[in-house]
């Protein structure tokens, strides 16, 4: 699964939830910025979205849910996209220059 910004950088606090109709939750993992991992049952249905949080603007944001089945051995790749103006850069600290 792999989580993107639709403009900007994604939420520099991002995580994935998966949840299966019969009230599981398989672990995902985060292999590097973005691109998670998990293990899904064969016999459930999942619904999973992406949630973040910018700490430079303080605001929230939230990715379309997506349904899954874990027998879809096609659904290889799912996308999560996070709407809007995603996250701003840490401004650069300003260093004053000597004479």
Request: aromatic share 8%; with cysteine; charged share 25%.
């Amino acid at each position: 699964m792999k989580l993107v910004a639709e403009e900007g950088k994604l939420p520099n606090i991002h995580y994935v939830e998966v949840t299966g109709l019969d009230g599981s939750s398989p672990g995902e993992q985060e292999l590097k910025l973005g691109i998670f991992t998990m293990s899904l049952y064969t016999d459930v249905h999942y619904t999973l979205h992406g949630e973040g949080y910018c700490s430079t603007s303080g605001t929230e944001s939230k990715t379309e849910s997506v349904e899954v089945e874990g027998s879809d051995f096609d659904a290889k790749e799912i996308i999560l996209v996070f709407k809007g103006k995603g996250c701003a850069e840490l401004p650069k600290a300003t260093q004053s220059e000597e004479p």
